[in-house]
């Protein structure tokens, strides 16, 4: 497993920016998928974007066009920038490692996929 150690949560007015970052370490971090999830109350955690050890990336259709998803792998870092918030993106986020080195993207959309979890940052947008 890796531990993660996510910061750049807080409070927000619709419309604005947050940038989330999650460094890691114990393992190498290049070759593993990142993804980030989030769970607002009363709901399932959801995954809100995902990228690959090579750099590709998915997204869940609510935060396309207004989330990205990023890595520098000399940082051992991956980051969410969100834009254009909206008070349906408040949640916890968290962000999370996938088990097996080299996956495909389209094998980590999963939670099942991950086994190394951060221990969330709350996002708050209010209206």
């Known amino acids: 497993q890796v531990q993660l150690v996510e910061s750049g949560g807080g409070l927000v007015q619709a419309g604005g920016s947050l940038r989330l970052s999650c460094a890691a370490s114990?393992?190498?971090?290049?070759?593993?998928?990142m993804g980030w999830f989030r769970q607002a109350p009363g709901k399932e955690r959801e995954i809100v974007a995902a990228i690959s050890w090579i750099g590709t990336t998915y997204y869940v259709d609510s935060v396309k066009g207004r989330f990205t998803i990023s890595r520098d792998n000399a940082k051992n870092t991956v980051y969410l920038q969100m834009n254009s918030l909206k008070p349906e993106d408040t949640a916890v986020y968290y962000c999370?490692?996938?088990?097996?080195?080299?996956?495909?993207?389209?094998?980590?959309?999963?939670?099942?996929?991950?086994?190394?979890w951060g221990q969330g940052t709350q996002v708050t947008v209010s209206s």
């Open positions: 999370a490692a996938d088990r097996n080195p080299g996956s495909a993207l389209s094998t980590t959309l999963a939670r099942d996929e991950y086994d190394s």
């Open positions: 114990g393992r190498t971090f290049s070759r593993y998928a």
